[in-house]
């Protein structure tokens, strides 16, 4: 009777479930249970009673129901599939994961469980990440930062680990969630340094490739707060706000390149406003004192990066129009600015050539003839508004802006200098008492004057007053400057005696035994000058440097050809390179334009000129941001002078330093390295990393490390018959620190690009599990990161490698490294290594643990 009024309360309940009341199932199935022994019926009432449960959110309940299901009938895939979906609600993914894939095991085809197992396999791999990234600690450190009281080794570490947070996705949403951006700005009105700079690191991460929170952020801060930050004297400070102002422009503008779908998608639907607050603000920021020369020098970096198309085949250059109307006359002021007049903005050494890049890159991304000379004629008005004849100062700003504008685009400064009075001010500065005046003055005739038909005016009009002041003056700048004409043999005498200032001429080396047989014959042998010896020509060439001998070089170089004859060219390549020596004098080389003006030195001109030029061209690529050094697509042309030094008739130093300025160019753009690839220079850079030679093996690598992501040298990685990978993965097991890191860099970049390349890797040596081993214990981070990188990818490759690579000791390598503490330098380590670790619970070779 019990087991009939049981099976009766069965199908009682079943009803009361169809018509979803579920509370009256429950019910219904609670009092057959209470009735039945029967294993089968009670498997199936407490399956049923688990499907009520999972209705009313129940999930406790539905979860212990199913589960005393399967431990009647440990098939019964029902049951499976309820427990499952009941462990997935209340956050025990793993559990719920193994269900599901029993459940797949019994049924392979159902789509339920397919879709199932995808979705849970990725909510377990963002629990882990959140795991291993954020934990309940985020309140704690705003406390230790906030607390004044707190220890200053405490706040160190609680502010990277913040910085580390920020960085990544799930760290910055749960600061972001977590009321963090008031906190963060709590830290900002601290004006304590330290806080400040990384409550700005921090913010910097959470708005890099996310659009809804850099709009947050950008509201929540304010950009006149973020301008008035980046203001400041402190370099440190003003880089970091810059880098945070540039992470939200390109969340903004799309510039990450993530994909933002769903609510991230509708949650900014309209950027333009705020892209436009944040050019103006930038644009007020040039012409205000208030700010420094390193936030005045941050924020034309920014325009200089956001304004311009970097693709000239996109047809929008609306920002570009936007600033020519709105900002043009403020970059025009600070192109006119002179350091010696007591009304000028704060700058550093490089303002003015950012200044001026910025309007060449504005002047060359205008469309169309009534675009420019709309440009040209707000140039004019700027200008000739500026003349007053009761005001010197005004005059001299002019007149330097003019000069500025002949150091961007040229056509359009020549264009000025045909305007009514301008040739005319500057002869008339010459004639001035205040060497202020003459300094500006005698700086624009040189610009104006790489011109025959203007350097006739000023042969006619001011070759005098020239004469007066180089006579008169005893500031060595304007000495200097005032020596550029159009007289060929003035230009060679001028050339021939800044050689023997810098002894750049060349010099025989005495053999020791030959010059005592000279003596013991009584020959005359020429000896060393005191002067001439290394001190008191370092002291020349940096009396040089200040007096602005690079600016008259330049003006000297754009002469025309029939002024400038190859055998000078070739003293001034001397000269350029013996200035070059000193790499902390390289910034004062580019800020003058000695960069641009080594280009056509490099190019013409005899070939010991030519060498010459591409040497000195090549240590200034080394060092310097090519984008200021070489503005514009003058950067394409410095390439060709590079390659040619990479042969075996030069110099190891001049291979060296040629290398080293490849590398540079090769890391700025994808349009680079093609024209290197495109110049034929992968054989030679290939057989300096067979180079014995330390230094050289090591740029070499380098090199080819930025090169490798040109798919043109991907493919011949690629092609068969070559020992290129072999050699890569062999460098990565050199006992130097530097070539490792730069191979290994290579491998994780050439492993990442093609699976074919991952494969290849373990049949070119048999050593490459070794050195892969090697790497991920290296003592260096950057080499040890590159090598976790290197075995995600031979991981995420084939699943039959990925068991090789489980089998062996790496698999212990990397839970040991995934299981530190990811303090902000360890950070980028022990993530890769626990995404390996990820990747392998993917595959099913390790379990995941709750």
């Not at 933002?260 to 892209?275: C, N, Q, S, Y």
Request: proline share 2%; with cysteine; net charge neutral.
């Amino acid at each position: 009777m019990a087991e009939a009024e049981a099976a009766k309360l069965k199908e009682e309940g079943n009803r009361h479930f169809q018509r979803q009341d579920y509370k009256a199932a429950t019910k219904s199935y609670s009092q057959a249970l209470k009735l039945t022994k029967d294993k089968t019926l009670l498997a199936t009432l407490y399956r049923n009673r688990a499907a009520c449960g999972l209705k009313t959110e129940s999930y406790v309940q539905a979860a212990s129901d199913a589960s005393r299901a399967i431990d009647m009938d440990s098939a019964d895939i029902k049951a499976l599939y309820r427990r499952c979906q009941a462990l997935e609600h209340l956050g025990k993914l793993d559990q719920a994961f193994k269900d599901v894939q029993r459940c797949a095991t019994l049924e392979p085809r159902n789509p339920n469980f397919q879709e199932t197992l995808r979705r849970l396999n990725t909510s377990i791999q963002e629990k882990l990440h959140v795991q291993f990234s954020t934990d309940s600690r985020v309140q704690n450190m705003f406390e230790i930062l906030l607390d004044q009281n707190s220890e200053a080794d405490k706040r160190e570490k609680a502010a990277n680990n913040l910085i580390v947070l920020g960085r990544e996705e799930a760290g910055a949403e749960r600061i972001f969630q977590t009321n963090g951006v008031a906190l963060l700005l709590q830290l900002l009105d601290t004006q304590r340094p330290e806080l400040v700079l990384a409550a700005v690191r921090t913010l910097s991460g959470m708005c890099s490739g996310h659009r809804a929170r850099a709009t947050v952020i950008l509201h929540a801060v304010r950009i006149d707060r973020i301008c008035s930050l980046m203001a400041v004297e402190d370099e440190e400070m003003s880089l970091a706000v810059c880098n945070l102002l540039q992470s939200i422009i390109d969340s903004l503008s799309g510039e990450d390149k993530r994909e933002h779908r769903g609510k991230e998608e509708a949650l900014v639907l309209d950027t333009k406003k705020d892209l436009k607050q944040i050019t103006n603000h930038l644009l007020d920021m040039l012409v205000s004192k208030k700010v420094s020369g390193q936030g005045r020098d941050q924020a034309l970096n920014l325009l200089n990066k956001n304004v311009p198309r970097k693709d000239l085949a996109i047809h929008d250059n609306s920002r570009t129009i936007y600033v020519v109307d709105n900002g043009l006359r403020k970059i025009l002021k600070v192109l006119g600015q002179v350091p010696d007049l007591p009304s000028c903005l704060p700058l550093t050494d490089n303002t003015r050539m950012l200044a001026s890049i910025l309007i060449n890159k504005l002047y060359d991304d205008l469309r169309c003839d009534p675009e420019r000379d709309h440009f040209r004629k707000i140039c004019e008005e700027y200008i000739t508004g500026t003349f007053d004849p009761q005001n010197m100062d005004k005059n001299v700003n002019a007149i330097q802006t003019v000069s500025g504008i002949l150091q961007g685009p040229f056509d359009l400064g020549n264009q000025l200098l045909g305007m009514k009075g301008v040739m005319e001010m500057m002869v008339a500065l010459c004639g001035s008492e205040r060497e202020a005046d003459q300094l500006v003055a005698v700086e624009a005739l040189i610009h104006a004057s790489t011109k025959l038909s203007r350097a006739t005016f000023i042969i006619t009009n001011g070759v005098t007053l020239l004469k007066e002041i180089y006579k008169t003056t005893k500031n060595e700048k304007i000495k200097i400057r005032t020596l550029v004409t159009s007289d060929k043999t003035i230009l060679y005498s001028v050339a021939t005696t800044l050689v023997n200032c810098t002894n750049s001429y060349d010099v025989k080396e005495l053999i020791p035994e030959l010059v005592q047989l000279a003596k013991f014959s009584k020959q005359h042998v020429p000896e060393e000058h005191p002067k001439d010896k290394k001190d008191f020509v370092d002291i020349r060439v940096k009396r040089l440097l200040k007096a602005g001998v690079i600016s008259a070089l330049a003006c000297m170089v754009k002469a025309d050809s029939a002024i400038l004859t190859d055998q000078t060219k070739e003293l001034l390549a001397r000269v350029f390179l013996a200035l070059c020596e000193n790499s902390k004098d390289r910034g004062t080389i580019v800020a003058q334009g000695g960069g641009k003006a080594l280009i056509p030195l490099a190019l013409e001109g005899t070939d010991v000129g030519k060498v010459k030029a591409a040497h000195a061209l090549a240590k200034i690529a080394a060092v310097s941001n090519p984008d200021i050094a070489f503005p514009g697509e003058r950067v394409y042309e410095v390439v060709r002078p590079l390659v040619s030094l990479l042969d075996t008739k030069r110099d190891g130093l001049q291979n060296y330093e040629a290398l080293l300025g490849l590398t540079n160019l090769s890391g700025r753009s994808e349009k680079l390295r093609q024209k290197i690839f495109k110049e034929k220079a992968l054989p030679d850079i290939e057989n300096y990393m067979f180079e014995n030679h330390d230094q050289l093996r090591q740029a070499a690598t380098e090199c080819m490390c930025n090169m490798v992501v040109n798919k043109e040298v991907q493919e011949r990685f690629l092609a068969d018959g070559n020992d290129r990978l072999k050699l890569v993965v062999l460098l990565c097991g050199e006992d130097d620190d530097k070539v490792q890191n730069a191979a290994a860099g290579a491998l994780a970049m050439l492993t990442a690009a093609h699976k074919k390349l991952c494969l290849k890797m373990t049949q070119v040596t048999s050593q490459w599990l070794e050195i892969l081993q090697r790497l991920c214990l290296h003592d260096k981070l950057s080499v040890q990161h590159r090598g976790l990188v290197i075995a995600y990818n031979l991981l995420a490759a084939d699943a039959e490698l990925a068991k090789k690579l489980v089998e062996s000791e790496l698999l212990e390598i990397l839970t040991v490294v995934g299981k530190q503490e990811p303090d902000e330098k360890r950070a980028p380590v022990v993530q890769i290594a626990r995404e390996c670790l990820i990747k392998c619970m993917d595959y099913g070779f390790i379990k995941p643990v709750s």
